[in-house]
């Protein structure tokens, strides 16, 4: 090798070992020091830390527990909490949750060793929930009581702040109206305290008003004041979830979170078969012994299709058609050639997203022996369960996938719903999954399986696709018209004694009516709030995966809209303009929980490194495991040469998953130092006004804004 060349060859090693090494910022070289990006819980077991770990494991943000109730738990000091690293001092958590603002005691060592601790480093510290007293800022309480149904409201400051995500009401929860659901106290700022009011509530029964979310600075140190009590499925507690961990980890940490929202409808071109209000049960379903009733099918029209098109264009949201092109067909055989309903949907076809619902919606599980209710699995001369084929699988996923290219529908060839989500395992008939499922699959270049989140909830592999859970709505499948839909959920949910089923009487996992609901306004009155509140709960909670409706559903008396319309409008008018609903497809889902999995298992085996110096982030993971992250608004990602604009806008900060570029090891963030995105000097979110609207994420529909607590979904047949 000449002298040239070597020189050359070790000049490029030289480059490459300083490429897959974090970059130094001039606050870095200055001997600032590290800060790991992982949060210290302090919990007493209470229901609001135990909330907040929950959002934070939504998140996927990495945090240590201290459980106050355990002897053998670790004292926490100043070696607990800070130490050096590489002779640069090292801050092991960059913010604290306690339980209350001194959960210790008064003289309490730990608590001094936590304050020293804020103080040096600039640590915040959220007090979970907390008495409104001087030692967290407040006077003492102008009202002390239950909060339920009290309309809270972000303040000024909220919303120039960790809250600016939020329109301007928290509506407190009121389910019952027998129970207390939420406790809390109003307060005013202590005299000469420096206290900012983020969320206040007017005083039940009185006048005036006061905080229920603050923040307190004193001696050197940040506290986030919380007066009322929560848990992490409460609404009010959802929509602040995100500003707490915001305000606690000053818009700088692992994890990410957004509200997503997508409704798939099953059966398209299809039929499904009629609730009977006088057998209870379905004529030409399973449920119904196939000697009574008459099937009485319901199916969408043209003008139908019309209006879901026209709906979804009006809300900026577009639905998921899982079709069945042998649905169609059948009916053209019946009708002299013609379907308008396919004519219409065919000619509207952009307007939707499409999914391979198999060609004529068989079950796809073992061969049902339907001579008994409920039905059982058929069986081989040795005793084995008999399955349906490999190629007759293979067959329905591969004619109705030709059926839609015909039709010009833009599929993704990846995805499939099978019929009622069969061939996989069905309790308590088939415990196992079709044989012959994994590789029809295959053959048809299957990646993403539509599975029922009331049977199935994780993410698993069959053969070579992933399942996407889909949470099943309860506007059933075989109602077309709000009287069936009642009569239905009165069956289900009424005791024997009021004239139901009694089902309800026995489940674990719903509960009964305290009477039928009225025939006429049932639906109105409690099946649309109750069934929006839960799924718009899903959508808060920061979960990508879908819900299912059925084609009988937008037909007829079109039963759905009303409650997607309140899931939609109740969002409307929550959030401000730069939180839109994500609305993915299936695909894209399917790909979110896979890469929500590997992330959340390393972080949890402690494989994921991450810490800032300055303005510098640094994350280091397992190899083929993709960061998940959230940051100001402005940060850029470390390249081989020059840098990348990081993630997407999303209420207020940047957030997404990113990989280290090529060459590297890890990922390497640059923080912004304008003033607008980056925190204030002492660490705080700098106090603006509220953020205008953004660019919305790859995949996201933010629909056009238009001029209780109830019973557990998922216990009736599901169909799909």
């Not at 609404?235 to 995100?242: G, K, N, S």
């Not at 796809?364 to 058929?378: E, M, R, S």
């Not at 994350?619 to 993630?647: E, H, Y």
Request: charged residues 20%.
């Amino acid at each position: 090798m000449n002298h040239t060349a070597r020189a050359a060859a070790l000049g490029a090693a030289a480059l490459l070992l300083a490429l897959s090494l974090p970059g130094a910022s001039p606050a870095a070289a200055a001997g600032a020091p590290r800060v790991d990006l992982r949060v210290l819980v302090v919990t007493d077991g209470g229901p609001a830390t135990t909330a907040i770990t929950a959002e934070l494991d939504g998140q996927g943000t990495p945090y240590t527990t201290v459980d106050l109730r355990r002897s053998e738990r670790p004292a926490i000091d100043d070696a607990f909490l800070a130490d050096t690293v590489n002779g640069r001092a090292r801050a092991r958590f960059q913010a604290v949750v306690l339980p209350n603002d001194n959960p210790f005691g008064a003289g309490s060592a730990e608590m001094a060793a936590l304050a020293s601790y804020e103080q040096t480093y600039a640590i915040p510290q959220v007090d979970a929930y907390t008495y409104a007293r001087p030692e967290a800022g407040l006077r003492a309480p102008k009202f002390s009581g239950s909060l339920d149904g009290v309309r809270a409201q972000v303040t000024a400051a909220g919303r120039g702040g960790p809250f600016g995500y939020l329109a301007d009401q928290v509506p407190f929860e009121n389910n019952s109206p027998s129970t207390s659901e939420s406790y809390g106290f109003l307060a005013d700022p202590a005299p000469g305290a420096d206290f900012t009011s983020y969320v206040d509530a007017p005083v039940p029964g009185g006048s005036g008003r006061g905080s229920l979310v603050g923040e307190y600075r004193h001696d050197g140190r940040r506290e986030l004041v919380v007066t009322f009590v929560y848990n992490e499925h409460q609404q009010q507690f959802r929509l602040l979830a995100r500003g707490i961990v915001d305000w606690l980890t000053q818009g700088v940490h692992l994890g990410s979170s957004r509200n997503y929202f997508a409704v798939h409808v099953d059966d398209v071109l299809g039929a499904d078969d009629r609730w009977d209000e006088d057998l209870n049960c379905t004529p030409g379903d399973v449920d119904c012994p196939r000697d009574q009733g008459t099937p009485d099918p319901i199916r969408m029209t043209a003008d139908d299709a019309a209006h879901a098109t026209q709906w979804s264009k009006d809300r900026g949201f577009p639905l998921d058609m899982a079709f069945n092109g042998g649905g169609s067909e059948l009916h053209r055989e019946q009708n002299g050639g013609s379907d308008p309903l396919a004519d219409r949907l065919i000619a509207d076809r952009a307007g939707h997203r499409w999914i391979n619902h198999t060609y004529n919606h068989p079950f796809l599980g073992c061969v049902q022996d339907v001579a008994t209710v409920p039905w059982t699995c058929a069986k081989n001369t040795d005793g084995s369960t008999r399955y349906v084929s490999r190629a007759d699988i293979s067959q329905q996923i591969s004619d109705n996938r030709a059926w839609g290219q015909r039709a010009g529908l833009p599929l993704d060839n990846g995805e499939l719903v099978t019929g009622e989500h069969s061939g996989l395992k069905l309790l308590p008939q088939q415990p196992d999954d079709n044989p012959n499922l994994g590789p029809a699959l295959r053959d048809n270049g299957i990646d993403r399986l539509g599975s029922d989140n009331s049977r199935d909830r994780n993410q698993r592999p069959v053969g070579p696709a992933l399942t996407v859970p889909r949470f099943p709505m309860n506007v059933f499948y075989n109602a077309g018209r709000t009287a069936e839909q009642i009569d239905e959920y009165n069956w289900i949910y009424t005791r024997k004694a009021d004239g139901g089923s009694g089902t309800c009487e026995n489940s674990s996992v719903a509960t009964c009516l305290d009477e039928p609901l009225d025939l006429t306004t049932g639906y109105e009155d409690h099946i649309v709030p109750v069934e929006s509140t839960i799924a718009l709960g899903h959508t808060l909670a920061n979960d990508p995966r879908p819900h299912f409706i059925h084609q009988s559903n937008l037909a007829e008396d079109r039963i759905a809209y009303p409650v997607l319309d309140r899931v939609l409008d109740t969002y409307d008018a929550l959030y401000a303009e730069n939180t839109p609903v994500v609305n993915l497809r299936m695909s894209d889902i399917g790909d979110e929980l896979r890469s929500r999995a590997a992330w959340d298992t390393a972080v949890r085996a402690g494989r994921v490194t991450a810490y800032r110096i300055g303005d510098t982030v640094t994350v280091q993971a397992p190899a083929g495991v993709t960061t998940r992250a959230t940051m100001p608004t402005g940060t850029v990602q470390q390249q081989l040469i020059g840098t990348a604009k990081f993630g997407t806008a999303y209420a207020g900060r940047t957030s997404g998953w990113t990989a280290p570029p090529l060459l590297q090891d890890r990922v390497t963030l640059t923080l912004p130092t304008t003033p607008a995105a980056a925190a204030t000097r002492d660490g705080s979110p700098a106090r603006t006004a509220p953020a205008q609207k953004q660019p919305v994420p790859p995949g996201t529909t933010q629909h056009v804004k238009p001029g209780t607590a109830g019973h557990t979904p998922n216990t009736v047949p599901t169909h799909g």
